[in-house]
């Protein structure tokens, strides 16, 4: 059973930045694929970003290419989503996921095997 745990949630500006960390237990971390979701009110729970067991390969959402980068670091069993030039559009609970899939496609598919419980979003105008 592997447990995921977000942080790095909060409070910021238009054009700030805020880095959210994802801290995996239970499990061997390096034979998961990672992602991050994340769910406005009223809205469906959308892919942000996808990372490959490696780390090689990543996947971004249109509305956040070029502003978000997801890394990982399988030393420390974490998982990172740098979200940089945030809009208000941006503010939602930012979830992370794994997948014991090699590639992130399942994630893409919304099939994971755990979620992390969430952490709040939320960019002021």
């Known amino acids: 059973q592997v447990q995921l745990v977000e942080s790095g949630g909060g409070l910021v500006q238009t054009g700030g930045s805020l880095r959210l960390s994802c801290a995996a237990s239970?499990?061997?971390?390096?034979?998961?694929?990672m992602g991050w979701f994340r769910q406005a009110p009223g809205k469906e729970r959308d892919v942000v970003a996808a990372?490959?067991?490696?780390?090689?390969?990543?996947y971004y959402a249109d509305s956040v290419k070029g502003r978000f980068t997801i890394s990982r670091d399988n030393a420390k069993n974490t998982v990172y989503l740098q979200m940089n030039s945030l809009k208000p559009e941006d503010t939602a609970v930012y979830y992370c996921?794994?997948?014991?899939?090699?590639?992130?496609?399942?994630?893409?598919?919304?099939?994971?095997?755990?979620w992390g419980q969430g952490t709040q979003v939320t960019v002021s105008s």
């Open positions: 996921a794994a997948s014991i899939q090699s590639s992130y496609r399942a994630i893409l598919e919304h099939e994971c095997d755990y």
């Open positions: 239970g499990g061997t971390f390096s034979m998961y694929a």
């Open positions: 990372i490959t067991r490696s780390g090689y390969m990543t």
